[in-house]
Structure formats: C-alpha cells, structure tokens
C-alpha cells in the first residue's frame, strides 16, 4: 500500500525528526525514519490483534505446568529444566503463594515476517521498546498542519490509522497499574540504554503519578506499584530488588513483571512442542489456540546433553547425540542457537548462533559451549525461517531524498494486561516494525535498521 500524504516526504520526515524529544529515546541509539508507518495490510493486522489473547493463555499455562511440575502432578523435568541455573531464594520466591497467579502484563512477542506467513521467535516479559512504540505512534498519529495545529492525517478517503491509537501504547501501559497510588519504574543500570524512553512514557502519562527510579530507591509506600525494569539474572546488582519482592509478597506493593524466571525462558517454545506435554497443552490452550501457536512458533528443542538410548533419536533432526550437530553440513544447519534465558546474553542479538551463517569451526564451538554450560545456562535449538523481503523506504537528510530499501522485518506488538484474575484482559497498545537491509541475517535493532510503527 502506498500512502497518499498531504505533506511531502520530506515534511514528514523533518516532523519526525524534529518531534525526537530533547534526551532521545535511546541512550546514544539511532536509526532511519521513515516518513510512513509501516503497512501491515488488513489480514495482518488483525490477526496480530488478535494474538494478544491466546499468548496470555499461553503464559497462564506455562505458570500452571511449572506449579504442577513442583507438585509431581506433571513431569518432574519440567521444573527441573526452568529452574537451572536459578539460585535458591528465587526460586523459592517464584513458588512463592504470594506470586502464585501472576504472570507478565506486558506481553512482547517478537515476530518474524517470512515467505510463509510469519513466525514468533521468543516472547520477552521484560521489553524495551514501550516508549519508543509510545512516541512513534504519537508522533506518526498526528501531522502539523498550516496553522500550527496537528490532526490525523488522512490518505485518499481515509484517514491514516496507526495500529493501537496514536495514545494506545501510553493507555495501555497505564492501564497495567489499576488504582495504585504512586507507580515506580524501576530501572537498573543494566537497562539504562532504555531509561530516556521510560522518562518520556513517564513524563507523557503524568510524572506526578509516574516516576522513574534507579536500583537504590526504596521510599515505596503501601498502595503504589513497581514496573520492573531489570532482568532476574541482574538482581546482585539491583539493590532494592530484595525489598520490592518481599513488598509485594506481603500485598502491600502491586509488581509487574513478577519476580518469575520462568516467563524470561526461551525453552517455554521447546516445552509447546515437547511430545510429552501435549495433553496438558490441549487441555489448557484448546485444539483451536494451541493449532495456531504451532503454526507460528517454530519447533524447538532443549539441547540437553542427557544420553538418550542407542535406537532412540532426538524428534525432527534424527540425531541420536546433540554432539552430531556439529557434524551437520551448511545447508543442514537452517537452525538457531541461542542461550534460554537467566543470562546476560539472553537479551537482544548475544548469544544467538544461526548455523548456516557460521564456519564449521564456529559453528561446533557454539555447540560445545551449548553443550557444556547446559547446567548453569542451559540453550534451546530453533528452526529458522528465513525472512522475506519487504519494501520499506527512509529519508537521507543528506540528501534531502526518500530512499527505497529492501529488507527483513521484526515486528514488535505490545499487549497490555489490565483487570484481575480471569478477568483480565490483554489490549494491543501498538506495533514496532525494524526493517534491517536485506543482507543482514538475523533482524534486530541498528543504525541502519529503519524503525517506525505499523498500520494496517
């Protein structure tokens, strides 16, 4: 689709530009604008809408498996998978009564456009990218006009709609935190590259309510809530996080994310496929929500250097050893290889290996290091598919040009959990399109990335 702008180009993309608040977004980041949003097209679109709903089922069932692993109601690997590498006292925290229900309320999939639809491949519980979707979608929602003023841009009969409401990413966020007093977002130093973006989601939602704090503040009082802006595998360096848990295990805090490893695992993905648990999974999600999961989660295994039996061979590879990976040819290795989680490269681009994208020798060392480190870090092995070409465009300023550009889009949707118990409710707020050049292999935020939000 191509939009039909009353301004040019240019206009648009100087607006853009010029409308960056003053303390950026990103700490020292930068990327291409677009003078468009990103289209999706109908059929899309809302199916994204839609996925909000069944990836909530799917993490009300996976915190269901974990409980029911601990109680020997469900196989006892289970838990014992999701909890290596985790120190005592937060697993104990995680089997915590207090926490017993809680899952995430913010819900990120990363997705993956392909020739064949489209893939997820992981769900993030702790996401940057709110502020960034929030100021995008305020910012491409609404175009200045001659007398100053700005309104929805309309493009031949209709006007221009952006995927969640110019204000959808900020009501959504807000929504999260029902009627506590004071919301504290909670950022750690390990996550400061994100801190501009949480200071201006902050400071549009109303900074007397919302506040931004770092990893020594612990002025909390009864009845405000915690955003929890650091990893679990980061708590050592994260003071307060020892006085937020027991505040809210106490009920006299609300926290989201809880403090629950087992939302910040990859191998959840190898879990929906495992052959074992495919009862549970069919009574938990329905035929309907778990047919569609499998349609766009690739398969996915836990590399577990566990000796299996010599006739039996791990599903879908016939390898009868993970070792044998290492001997798989080039073409053979359309495969991911990436750290599960509870780690520092469990995050962005680290730790992920794609196999026919590495020499021999690099490829059999990230086996070996999989292999070795399985019972402190343990990684998952994932199908890749490889992403189509899209058509996106930026504006060289340079140039004073709008540049076409083919290459591989992530989106990014953002569902936003408000309301108790099965009550709750997951809201789209917005979608984060990062369209990198096509010859880049695996898709993830850069300079040369062209980021925007997404319309239908």
């Known amino acids: 689709m191509a939009w039909n702008f009353v301004n040019s180009p240019a206009d648009q993309a100087k607006f853009i530009r010029d409308s960056?608040?003053?303390?950026?977004?990103?700490?020292?980041?930068?990327?291409?604008?677009?003078?468009t949003p990103f289209p999706l097209g109908e059929a899309l679109a809302k199916e994204i809408e839609s996925l909000g709903r069944v990836l909530l089922q799917f993490y009300r069932a996976t915190n269901l498996l974990y409980r029911k692993s601990v109680e020997g109601k469900q196989p006892e690997w289970v838990a014992r998978w999701l909890d290596l590498g985790k120190p005592a006292d937060l697993i104990a925290r995680q089997r915590s009564i207090a926490f017993k229900n809680d899952v995430p309320r913010v819900i990120r999939p990363d997705i993956l456009l392909t020739e064949n639809g489209f893939s997820i491949t992981e769900l993030d519980s702790v996401p940057g990218g709110i502020?960034?979707?929030?100021?995008?979608?305020q910012t491409y929602g609404r175009w200045p006009m001659a007398d100053g003023?700005?309104?929805?841009?309309?493009?031949?009969?209709?006007?221009?709609?952006?995927?969640?409401?110019?204000?959808?990413?900020?009501?959504?966020?807000?929504?999260?935190?029902?009627?506590?007093?004071?919301?504290?977002?909670?950022?750690?130093?390990?996550?400061?590259?994100?801190?501009?973006?949480?200071?201006?989601?902050?400071?549009?939602?109303?900074?007397?309510?919302?506040?931004?704090?770092?990893?020594?503040?612990?002025?909390?009082?009864?009845?405000d809530a915690v955003y929890r802006f650091f990893e679990l595998f980061d708590l050592p360096n994260v003071a307060n996080a020892k006085k937020i848990f027991e505040l809210a295990a106490e009920m006299k805090i609300r926290l989201t994310p809880p403090p629950k490893p087992v939302f910040e695992e990859k191998m959840l993905f190898a879990l929906l496929w495992n052959r074992n648990l495919q009862n549970f999974w069919r009574q938990e999600l329905g035929e309907?929500?778990?047919?569609?999961?499998?349609?766009?989660?690739?398969?996915?295994?836990?590399?577990?250097?566990?000796?299996?039996?010599?006739?039996?061979?791990?599903?879908?590879?016939?390898l009868t050893d993970w070792s044998q990976l290492k001997t798989m040819s080039q073409k053979e290795r359309d495969l991911i290889l990436k750290v599960s989680g509870f780690s520092e490269n469990a995050w962005g681009a680290r730790g992920v290996f794609l196999g026919s994208d590495l020499?021999?020798?690099?490829?059999?060392?990230?086996?070996?290091?999989?292999?070795?480190?399985?019972?402190?870090?343990p990684s998952v092995l994932q199908r890749f598919h490889k992403p189509s070409l899209v058509d996106a465009r930026w504006f060289d300023f340079t140039k004073n040009e709008v540049v076409p550009m083919k290459g591989r889009a992530r989106l990014c949707p953002y569902y936003f959990v408000s309301g108790e118990g099965d009550a709750a409710r997951p809201a789209l707020g917005g979608v984060l399109a990062t369209i990198v050049p096509a010859d880049k292999k695996i898709v993830h935020g850069m300079s040369d990335a062209v980021v925007a939000p997404c319309a239908p």
């Open 149 to 223: 003023q700005s309104k929805q841009l309309e493009t031949g009969n209709s006007k221009l709609e952006i995927l969640g409401g110019a204000d959808g990413m900020l009501r959504g966020f807000e929504s999260i935190f029902g009627d506590a007093k004071q919301v504290h977002l909670v950022v750690s130093e390990e996550a400061a590259t994100y801190r501009p973006e949480m200071q201006w989601l902050a400071n549009q939602i109303g900074n007397s309510k919302f506040k931004i704090q770092n990893s020594k503040f612990e002025d909390f009082a009864e009845g």
């Open 131 to 137: 502020g960034l979707t929030g100021w995008l979608n």
């Open 20 to 35: 960056i608040p003053v303390g950026g977004l990103f700490a020292g980041l930068e990327w291409k604008i677009s003078p």
């Open 359 to 377: 020499s021999a020798a690099d490829w059999s060392a990230a086996v070996d290091a999989a292999l070795r480190n399985f019972e402190t870090s």
């Open 288 to 318: 309907g929500f778990l047919a569609r999961l499998k349609k766009i989660i690739p398969y996915t295994w836990l590399v577990d250097p566990a000796p299996l039996p010599p006739h039996a061979a791990i599903p879908e590879l016939n």
